[in-house]
Structures are given as structure tokens and as C-alpha cells.
């Protein structure tokens, strides 16, 4: 039946812009459907996205998919401008320097215990590196659509947006290390060596710092002379596209770019500005939001979870508990308060795009290392990209239950 679906959406050909009003429809309703059962509404999105995906109806094809892609990666900037313009000093010099203990704590845990966990089950080294590395990936887009559709504040709230904005950056950091030791162990004699692997995930952090304050003095110069609600978001948009556009091209980070821009923003402009680029942000965010999770969940291959196996229970539940137990320990050495420290790790489970990316460089890259590479790349992709629909589907669930228990959505 499926097949037959399959075969009579790609005969009829519909215009590209009447399959993004059906399934902008489907997935407001499916959201909607979410609220009796107290889910978040990008539950509903990606189911919906899911069964508009290859895995049932296939309206959603892979073709139509990546001439959408566009819509995902303005999604992702809007998310990262969103998490920097809450980073103010203030704010984390108020918290102290316990988040930056966090981020570190949270994300060598998750890499340790999943590193450890897949040595002990394969007894294969480079494959356990690469797994541990991919661990501390997390997707800021699903905890930063509860925080703001359940209009969360607080303390965790603000510790949320540090943790997510920042582990990105840390966690690519490891995966350049581990993934250079790895490949030298697969191939001893290769040309470069470590430390050569080591320095290209640096120069990318540096160089997505760089463009972030760059283009965030720019603006700075030309916000002087704006006073107009609208030609500020308009503004704010320009400079968006310009910091995605550069971290395409020159194989940036896209989130810390765009983070750094608004994070910059926040501590430098007058804050009659950023509270109007707030409210501009407010209307805009979930029709994002929105497209955002649609097309996440038409990416959930739902025929790639019977090939789980015991590879991705050992690295959902070694993540799982690197994150909560790395978060927990990290917020009683930086001594914060309770309710950080017992529901932190909950709201940073999500796991999706950065990972699912991490996985296809394995592949791509392991492949010319022979068949132990080939080997190693096929297991990654297949696991990754299976416990990334586990963690996308109850990583938004832990974070609204997270900040339930802390006390920070409004009744």
C-alpha cells in the first residue's frame, strides 16, 4: 500500500509550494493534537513529518527534502541567534563560572561512559573514539521550542541556553581530536598525522568566533540610525543570511556563528533594541519552529530502528546517563543551586543534526582507509542516525519535564 502512495505522489509532481502548505497544515493540527496529552507541539510536527516522510506516505522524498534543506539551516541560524541574544554577562557572571564547569563536566562524561561503553562491547578502539565523540553532540532547536513555547524562566532556563549554545563548540573540539587519533590508528602511515587532524576543528571554532564578532560590529554600526521596529528584525534577517551564507561557505560552524552574532548584540547593544528584536523573534520563531521539526521528522527513517540492535542501547544509555551524571557533577563542583543540578542533564538529551553530520564525515572519510574504515563508517551512520530519532522524540519531553520540576513554566 505504501509502495502504491509511493508511486502516485511522484506520477502527479505537485508544485513545490503546494506541498509546503500541506504540510505546514498537517503539522499544525498534529501539534495542536499534542495538547490534550501535555506533549510539546514539535512532537506533533515530526510525527506528522514522519508520516509525510520516505517511511510512509513519501510525499516528503529525499529529492524534495534537500531542495527544502534551506529552511532548515534558517531555522538552525534563528535558533542560535535566539540562544546568544540570552547570553548576556551578566546574566552567566550571575550564575557563575559553574556553567562553564558544566558544559566541560556534561560533555567529557558523555564521552567517556559512551567511549568506555562501546570499548567494552566491541573491544574495537577507533570505534568506541568515534562513538564517544559524537556523544556530546546535543540539537539546541528542540530544547530552545519548549523553553519558549511553554514560556519557561529561570535560573535552568538561562543554564539551559548556555549549555546548548556552548557544548556544540566543545563537542566538536572532541571530535576532531578523537576522530584524528582514530584514523591515525586505522592508518598509522597517513599523510598529516595528528596533530594536523587535531588543527582543523580549531581553526573552524576560531573562524566561526571571528565571523560572529565581525559581522556583530556591523551591525552595531548600522543599528545606530535605526529606530523603526521593522527595519531592525530586517536588519537583524540581512545579517543572519550573510553569517549562514559565510558558514557554508567556508565550512563554518553555523551555530556558533550565528550565536556568537547575538550573543555580541545582547552585550553591546541598547536594550530598547534587543527587547524589540525579542518580540520581532517571538512572532517569527514558531512557523520555524514549525517547518523546522516537519522536515526532522520526514528525515526519520522509521524502517532504520529494527537495525538498532544492542550497538544503539549501549550508546543511548551510556549518552543518557553521561549527560545527566556529567551535568550533575559538573553543577555541584561550580556549586549551583539544587534544581540546576537535579534537572540540567534532562533538558540537553536531543540529539540530531550535528550528530547525524559528525556520522556522515565518519563515512565519508573512513571509507579510503580501507575495509576496517568502511567497516567502522557504516556501523556509525546506521547507529547515529537510529538513536537520533530515539533522542528527538523524548529529548523535548525530559526538557518540559525538567523545567516542570524546577518550577520555571508559568501556570
Not at 38 to 50: C, E, K, Q, V
Not at 101 to 111: K, N, Y
Not at 187 to 209: R, T
Request: hydrophobic share 55%; charged share 10%.
Amino acid at each position: 500500500m505504501t509502495q502504491i502512495l509511493h508511486q502516485f505522489i511522484e506520477r502527479i509532481d505537485l508544485p513545490i509550494l503546494l506541498v509546503v502548505g500541506v504540510m505546514s497544515f498537517l503539522a499544525y493540527y498534529a501539534g495542536k493534537g499534542m495538547k490534550p496529552i501535555r506533549l510539546p507541539s514539535l512532537i506533533g510536527f515530526m510525527l506528522a513529518g514522519a508520516v509525510l516522510g520516505p517511511s510512509f506516505l513519501g510525499l516528503l522524498n529525499p529529492e524534495l527534502q534537500s531542495r527544502l534543506s534551506f529552511l532548515t539551516d534558517v531555522a538552525l541560524a534563528f535558533v542560535a541567534v535566539s540562544i546568544g541574544l540570552e547570553l548576556k554577562l551578566s546574566t552567566l557572571k550571575r550564575l557563575g563560572s559553574g556553567v562553564i564547569t558544566v558544559i566541560f563536566a556534561e560533555s567529557l562524561f558523555a564521552f567517556a561512559l559512551v567511549f568506555t561503553s562501546i570499548w567494552l562491547l566491541t573491544r574495537n578502539l577507533p570505534m568506541a573514539l568515534i562513538f564517544g565523540a559524537i556523544a556530546p553532540a546535543s540539537a539546541p532547536a528542540g530544547t530552545v521550542a519548549v523553553i519558549r513555547e511553554y514560556k519557561a524562566k529561570g535560573s535552568l532556563t538561562q543554564t539551559l541556553y548556555a549549555v546548548v549554545g556552548f557544548d556544540d563548540g566543545l563537542g566538536i573540539i572532541i571530535f576532531g581530536f578523537a576522530s584524528a587519533i582514530a584514523r591515525h590508528m586505522l592508518a598509522p602511515s597517513g599523510e598529516g598525522g595528528v596533530l594536523s587532524m587535531i588543527a582543523k576543528p580549531l581553526l573552524e571554532i576560531v573562524m566561526s568566533l571571528g565571523v560572529g564578532l565581525a559581522l556583530a560590529f556591523f551591525f552595531s554600526l548600522l543599528t545606530r540610525k535605526v529606530n523603526s521596529k521593522r527595519d531592525q528584525f530586517l536588519l537583524l534577517f540581512v545579517f543572519v543570511m550573510i553569517a549562514t551564507g559565510l558558514s557554508q561557505v567556508f565550512h563554518l560552524s553555523l551555530i556558533l556563528t550565528n550565536m556568537v552574532l547575538g550573543m555580541v548584540m545582547v552585550n553591546t547593544q541598547r536594550s530598547s533594541l534587543i527587547t524589540q528584536l525579542h518580540d520581532a523573534m517571538a512572532d517569527i520563531m514558531p512557523l520555524l519552529f514549525l517547518l523546522f521539526f516537519t522536515l526532522a521528522g520526514a528525515n526519520l527513517h522509521v524502517s532504520e530502528l529494527p537495525a538498532l540492535g544492542l550497538l544503539g542501547l549501549v550508546y543511548i544509555a551510556g549518552r543518557s546517563a553521561g549527560l545527566i551524571g556529567g551535568a550533575w557533577m559538573g553543577s555541584l563542583a561550580g556549586r549551583l543551586e539544587p534544581k540546576i543540578r537535579n534537572n540540567l542533564g534532562m533538558g540537553i538529551l536531543s540529539q540530531a543534526g550535528v550528530a547525524i553530520g559528525l556520522a556522515l564525515i565518519v563515512k565519508a572519510e573512513f571509507a579510503e582507509l580501507g575495509p576496517a574504515g568502511e567497516l567502522l563508517g557504516s556501523a556509525v551512520i546506521t547507529t547515529i542516525s537510529a538513536t537520533c530519532i530515539i533522542f528527538e522524540l523524548i529529548g523535548p519531553i525530559t526538557t518540559k519535564i525538567a523545567l516542570k520540576r524546577a518550577g520555571e513554566i508559568p501556570v
